[in-house]
């Protein structure tokens, strides 16, 4: 029961738009999704949980910490500022609920990545296809852009990127086998076509440079083939070709003072002074719109006034968690990396599915340089799903979706 819970959880990430009321408490169908897996799997696996658990921390010891050092600051910097209901109400939905359910999603899957990843993949791929219809009826932004039942393009294009990376190594596993792989090959193709389509009209720029690049890093590692890397190239071209004549494209090439380059430019400038005057604890989780707007009288009059994210996700885990999540985000990074490089050099079979994970996180990077792939709850569970995956490597089985 509870890995079919799982996968429901992770296929439905972005329920977490249906609000509810829990027994008199605010939530969304996500979270509880979340609590009936964890408590479904805790029942399962009751006799050997805590021996699981034990394991896990003697093996990553300073991730662990890190973790932890994660979650403190958060939870000192919503301490030291206003507002504490909601931000509690945000560690709890964007890190205590996500982390704890991926650590026992990767833990059941761990000798089965690829049924995991596939539920990650599937999700993008019927949001990519509902957000066809969105296209189709003409329901677009006021600048064009394509955001379908999200907040923005931006968030749409953060959800589904990922989806395209899963979708070629899944095609690329199952390419050169026997027959029966063909449904495999087709299913990919179609939904990474249909995704990179999605992707290309929310016009987000960032988005599109970061799954470039990764894509081009995952081709080189895995088959050094030229004629793919004319391919992406020539994909760039074409977005390039099809964007130029829009005004978001034209004010970015000519630095209008009223392109996306220059909005950005100003968030940062008021998330610096911000950073400045809250150093050590921050502002805490989700106060970044109000501190924004309070801080307009040191700058000219800004651009874009409705901004809940500073647009880089350094900038918000430290304007969130204060100096010490700040911290313990870069080790974790650093330690994940440290230890997908180590299985890239030992691996002897299983290099496409390192690489995958490497590619994500260099997504995620490039992307975060710009965005913010990560404060939300359905990209606070994919970051973790992606985390914790890799922790397992040594004990991977090659599944077909």
């Known amino acids: 029961m509870s890995r079919f819970l799982i996968y429901i959880t992770i296929l439905l990430a972005p329920a977490y738009l249906i609000k509810l009321i829990f027994f008199s408490f605010p939530t969304n169908l996500l979270e509880i999704l979340e609590i009936f897996s964890i408590a479904f799997w805790i029942f399962e696996n009751r006799k050997s949980f805590f021996k699981k658990v034990k394991l896990f921390y003697q093996e990553n010891i300073v991730i ?19 507002n504490l209901t909601h931000e509690f109400s945000i560690i709890k939905s964007w890190f205590v609920l996500p982390i704890i359910f991926s650590f026992i999603a990767a833990l059941e899957f761990k000798n089965e990545k690829n049924k995991l990843l596939s539920a990650v993949f599937y999700s993008t791929f019927w949001v990519s296809l509902a957000s066809l219809f969105y296209l189709l009826s003409g329901n677009l932004t006021y600048d064009h852009r394509l955001k379908a039942f999200f907040l923005s393009p931006n968030h749409l294009a953060m959800f589904i990127a990922p989806g395209i990376i899963i979708g070629i190594y899944f095609f690329q596993s199952a390419f050169g086998k026997k027959l029966s792989k063909t449904p495999q090959r087709v299913v990919s193709a179609l939904a990474i076509f249909l995704i990179t ?74 998330a610096g002074k911000i950073l400045k005057d809250n150093w050590l604890w921050g502002i805490g989780a989700g106060n970044f719109q109000e501190k924004y707007l309070q801080y307009q009288k040191y700058f000219p009059p800004y651009l874009e006034w409705a901004v809940p994210q500073p647009h880089n996700l350094f900038l918000a885990f430290w304007l969130q968690t204060g100096l010490l999540g700040f911290l313990s985000f870069l080790i ?36 975060g340089l710009f965005d913010t792939p990560y404060w939300k709850n359905d990209l606070s569970l994919i970051f973790w799903i992606f985390f914790f995956l890799p922790l397992f490597l040594e004990k991977s089985k090659h599944n077909s979706i």
């Open 332 to 367: 974790l990074l650093a330690m994940i990396l440290k230890k997908i490089f180590l299985s890239f050099r030992s691996a002897m079979e299983n290099k496409k599915e390192i690489t995958l994970y490497l590619s994500f996180f260099i997504y995620l990077i490039i992307a």
């Open 64 to 82: 662990d910490w890190a973790i932890l050092g994660l979650i403190l600051g958060a939870i000192l910097s919503a301490a030291f500022n206003d």
């Open 197 to 270: 389509l999605v992707l290309f009209f929310t016009h987000s720029y960032a988005n599109w440079l970061a799954i470039l690049i990764a894509l081009l890093i995952y081709f080189f590692l895995i088959n050094k083939n030229k004629k793919i890397f004319l391919f992406i190239f020539a994909v760039l071209l074409a977005f390039i070709f099809l964007e130029s004549g829009s005004e978001k494209f034209k004010d970015l090439i000519n630095f209008s003072e009223r392109s996306s380059a220059s909005s950005r430019l100003m968030i940062w400038q008021s």
